[in-house]
């Protein structure tokens, strides 16, 4: 069965980092490209960043290009999203989510219960 | 960036009514078209990916159609689990984009 556990979430001041990660299991981690997508409160989807199944290319939103940085660790079957210079506007549920295949430019089909990540002062 | 317009977005039916949401693209994004159904304080669910087929253990009175840059989502007999909010998403072109959602509400 595949899980995805998301975690890193909680309450940081305009400017600070945070990480999250999401644990993967029940699928072969490295066949698979990987996403994370936010909800702003009472607010649609947006798809932040992208990473390819071999980690070796990602895509960004403009919204967070420059600040986000998506990775991903073999040996830990684990995604990972490092948010710098957090905004008020980055305040969302950040949801993980597993492709349909290696490329990037593929459906989700598996996604996480989110993490929530609030910036305030 | 694709532009994803979303219409209606709020309808309010009836359990058993047929419901039809469209998504048109500011460009051609070919069949590059996925529909996802998301309820309160859930994750999104994949039910259409490809523009017309259909995600395994998804209901087959969901149903898919359109490319280029009209797509349409289709219900054909509103079930009470049915009630929740649907997205259109473009995975044609980088940043994929979604659209704005349309809210399925009980009559």
């Known amino acids: 069965e595949v899980q995805l556990l998301e975690s890193g979430g909680g309450l940081v001041q305009p400017g600070e980092s945070l990480r999250l990660s999401c644990a993967a299991s029940g699928f072969i981690f490295t066949n698979y490209a990987m996403s994370w997508v936010r909800q702003a409160p009472g607010k649609g989807l947006e798809c932040v960043s992208v990473?390819?199944?071999?980690?070796?290319?990602?895509n960004y939103a403009d919204s967070v290009k420059g600040r986000f940085i998506i990775s991903r660790d073999k040996s830990k079957n684990t995604l990972y999203l490092q948010m710098n210079s957090l905004r008020a506007e980055d305040t969302a549920v950040y949801y993980c989510a597993k492709h349909r295949d290696r490329t990037g430019q593929t459906e989700g089909d598996f996604w996480g219960q989110g993490t929530l990540v609030t910036v305030s002062s | 960036d694709i532009q994803l317009t979303q219409s209606p977005s709020f309808l309010s039916a009836s359990v058993g009514d047929g419901v039809t949401i469209t998504c048109r693209a500011s460009?051609?994004?070919?069949?590059?078209l996925a529909w996802y159904q998301q309820k309160p304080g859930k994750a999104p669910k994949l039910l259409i990916y490809g523009a017309s087929s259909l995600q395994s253990g998804v209901p087959s009175r969901f149903s898919g159609s359109g490319s280029g840059t009209e797509f349409t989502l289709t219900i054909s007999s509103l079930q009470p689990e049915d009630f929740a909010t649907y997205y259109c998403?473009?995975?044609?072109?980088?940043?994929?984009?979604f659209g704005g959602g349309t809210k399925v509400e009980i009559k």
């Open positions: 998403q473009q995975v044609n072109n980088y940043p994929l984009t």
């Open positions: 460009q051609d994004v070919s069949s590059f």
């Open positions: 990473i390819s199944a071999s980690g070796g290319s990602a």
